[in-house]
Nanobody, 114 residues
Framework: QVQVVESGGGLVQPGGSLRLSCAAS????????MAWYRQVPGKQRELVAS???????TYADSVKGRFTISRDNAKSTVYLQMNSLKPEDTAVYYC????????WGQGTQVTVSS
């Protein structure tokens, strides 16, 4: 059984920081990339950041310079450090694991509001 579990979401004021974590466990073989997506009601899910098995990263233009993705391969865990948060970063954030099959987490809510 495969589990992908996100944590770390919450309510934060504009300009604040949050760190999201996503841990994959179970029968997941050959993870070659992990990524964070986000979605707001009525809009398509969008890619926020991704990281490959050797550490190659990509970021959406809207988060470059503010968010940092990292991973611990030994723990099959990916992190998203989010700094200088803006109200438009408010969304449900989802983790995606790319392996022989792909897996999604259940999502964690991030709300940026004063």
């Amino acid at each position: 059984q495969v589990q992908v579990v996100e944590s770390g979401g919450g309510l934060v004021q504009p300009g604040g920081s949050l760190r999201l974590s996503c841990a994959a466990s179970g029968s997941i073989f050959n993870i070659y990339a992990m990524a964070w997506y986000r979605q707001v009601p009525g809009k398509q899910r969008e890619l926020v950041a991704s990281i490959g098995s050797v550490g190659t990263t990509t970021y959406a233009d809207s988060v470059k310079g503010r968010f940092t993705i990292s991973r611990d391969n030994a723990k099959s865990t990916v992190y998203l450090q989010m700094n200088s948060l803006k109200p438009e970063d408010t969304a449900v954030y989802y983790c995606k694991v790319y392996a022989v099959s792909n897996y999604w987490g259940q999502g964690t809510q991030v709300t940026v509001s004063s």
